[in-house]
């Protein structure tokens, strides 16, 4: 699942964790989520069979969760071959190729851009080096050059009383400087996004705080960005954007910075270029179709889908169980929840955890976020059912749609472009099913949870029936659900309902249903691993949605859509 606001650097995020956790030493083993339910951390893969199964699903996830993966971040390597193991089991399967060319990939126009050779920047004489005196980052095609700007010591960043008008910042380089933190130490971080539209007239923004950097967030912030294609014409021109070591800062100014009021003006002025480099980075939605078996209804289709990407890897490692051991205690919903210094009796909690961890496994270095959870759970599910549907001796009448969307992580990338740009007509959907991290939910993940715990979100959005569906469906299984609605609910924090790719189905008008089990402390950690999976839930689950799928594909009618179908270029609103 994305997260809801932008990411603090992963790296920075997880060395401030275990700042706290690596003095603290076990919850106990069996309290810490199941560390008496842990299995083992790989696992050989068996064949998989017809039926929904927790072995079928645990063969799969420890395939697709792998540290051979690297993370499955969109654009890189791992998502390449974790897209490839998917398009492998859905050939095996004999279903009908949907993306691009009659493959079934279809590709998304996601670039990779990186700084240019001979950048530079240079100011009365001296000219400043990339890496070394700045540490430029990619703000988009329009923001390039800086050509004789004036510089403007635009005050301390925190509040706008303390920072230059943007009128005083018009066609300047405005140098923004950082206070310290409460602890009294050096802080580097400012929100650019936020700095680069207050001042979106200027010709860039720097930020003197490269020298309190460390070195993996330098490491982070220096990697070529990747995003989506955008039409310059449909880009709003924004200032380059830069961190600068103090002394870069004080030569553009003229002066040191502690001597100076905001909007004072240097005498120099700065001449250079930031231009960023672009090339296709790899980025593809996974699409394959089980045709109905009624040639009146086969035209229509059944979605049911997860996202294949994750957060990728680390640049350094950290110790895994005391990043478990901390988040169990202090951040129980994971990146969710901001860090923060344990108190004396959270600490002496972490060192019962982390004693409890010990026993049953030796310290270990981690730096890849599997995604093992977020959603590989969910992505095993979508094959699992492909897999029981497509081996059952009747089909469903409508087709079934089966589509793992690539950059949900980035921000709903690929299902927005799948249905901007759909390989089956868009109206001919007649209801869509998201899966998103539906591998937990055990009492001690999420408040309220245990055995058939499920979220539900959306569910009556659109369609009061389809909703009701789901409830009936669950009533006549087996097992008992217990549905948690209380994320649904119009202005909830978690804004769970603009989260995940149902919501670009949801703008069309297309009736959906996101399936979750919650967050929990491994979300967005590299600590989200297929060991902490409860296989027996997602069976119950995975089931769940392929009876919701089947009864959907066989009603005599579509679906009814009851309510307002909302504006699809509009922002989401839950």
Same mark, same amino acid.
């Given at each position: ?5 932008? %990411?603090?650097? +992963? $790296? &920075?995020? @997880? !060395?401030?964790?275990?700042? #706290? ?6 919850? =106990? ?111 988009? %095609?329009?923001? +390039? $050059? &800086?050509? @004789? !700007?004036?510089?403007?010591? #635009? ?6 009383? =303390?920072m230059i008008a943007p009128a005083a910042a018009a066609g300047k380089l ?108 790899? !980025? ?149 099913l998201n899966i998103d991290m539906v591998g937990r939910g055990r009492a ?131």
């Amino acid at each position: 699942m994305t997260l809801v606001r932008p %990411p603090l650097v +992963r $790296t &920075v995020r @997880n !060395a401030v964790l275990l700042v #706290g956790a690596l003095v603290a030493p076990a919850v =106990t083993g069996a309290q810490m989520a199941g560390a008496s339910r842990e299995l083992p951390l790989k696992r050989a893969p068996q064949p998989t069979a017809a039926d929904i199964t927790p072995a079928d699903l645990l063969t799969r996830l420890y395939i697709f969760a792998d540290d051979s993966m690297m993370g499955r971040r969109v654009g890189t390597e791992g998502h390449l071959k974790s897209t490839a193991y998917i398009e492998r089991e859905v050939r095996r399967l004999g279903l009908v190729p949907a993306g691009d060319s009659g493959g079934y990939f279809q590709n998304l126009p996601v670039f990779s851009r990186t700084l240019a050779a001979g950048q530079t920047l240079a100011s009365g004489g001296t000219t400043f080096k990339p890496w070394v005196d700045y540490l430029p980052r990619d703000n988009g %095609p329009t923001a +390039r $050059t &800086v050509d @004789n !700007a004036p510089v403007v010591f #635009g005050g301390v960043w925190g509040d706008t009383a =303390t920072m230059i008008a943007p009128a005083a910042a018009a066609g300047k380089l405005v140098v923004i400087a950082i206070p310290d933190g409460p602890d009294g130490q050096p802080r580097w971080q400012a929100n650019r996004g936020a700095l680069t539209q207050y001042y979106l007239g200027a010709v860039a923004v720097a930020v003197a705080s490269l020298d309190a950097m460390d070195a993996e967030a330098r490491a982070v912030l220096s990697e070529s960005s990747v995003n989506v294609k955008v039409p310059e014409d449909r880009l709003p021109p924004v200032p380059a954007f830069l961190y600068t070591s103090r002394s870069m800062a004080e030569e553009l100014l003229g002066a040191p910075m502690r001597s100076l009021k905001r909007g004072a003006v240097s005498t120099k002025k700065v001449t250079g270029s930031l231009r960023f480099d672009e090339s296709q980075a790899p !980025a593809r939605n996974v699409v394959a179709i089980l045709p109905g078996s009624d040639p009146k209804l086969k035209g229509e289709y059944v979605a049911i889908g997860a996202h294949n990407d994750h957060i990728g890897f680390e640049h350094g490692g950290v110790d895994h169980d005391s990043l478990r051991a901390f988040n169990a205690v202090v951040r129980p919903g994971g990146a969710d929840d901001e860090p923060r210094a344990p108190t004396a009796d959270e600490t002496s909690r972490i060192r019962t955890i982390l004693d409890s961890l010990r026993k049953i496994h030796p310290p270990r270095l981690d730096s890849i976020s599997n995604g093992a959870d977020d959603d590989g759970s969910g992505t095993v599910t979508v094959l699992e059912i492909a897999e029981a549907l497509s081996k059952a001796p009747a089909k469903p009448k409508r087709s079934m749609l089966f589509i793992w969307h690539a950059g949900e992580e980035e921000g709903l990338w690929g299902s927005e472009y799948f249905t901007d740009h759909p390989t089956v007509p868009r109206d001919s959907i007649v209801a869509e099913l998201n899966i998103d991290m539906v591998g937990r939910g055990r009492a001690d993940d999420v408040k309220g949870g245990g055995p058939g715990y499920v979220q539900l979100i959306g569910s009556r959005r659109l369609s009061t029936e389809l909703g009701d569906l789901v409830e009936t469906v669950a009533k006549a299984s087996p097992t008992p659900f217990k549905f948690d609605y209380q994320f649904d609910a119009n202005g909830h924090p978690q804004q769970y309902y603009c989260r995940s790719d149902h919501y670009e189905y949801a703008r069309y008008g297309n009736p959906i249903v996101f399936f979750s089990t919650g967050g929990h402390r491994d979300y967005h950690q590299v600590t989200d691993e297929p060991q902490y999976i409860d296989y027996d839930q997602l069976t119950r689950v995975a089931t769940l949605i392929k009876d919701v799928a089947v009864r959907v594909a066989n009603f005599d009618h579509r679906v009814v859509v009851d309510k307002a179908k909302p504006d699809p270029r509009a922002q989401c609103v839950q």
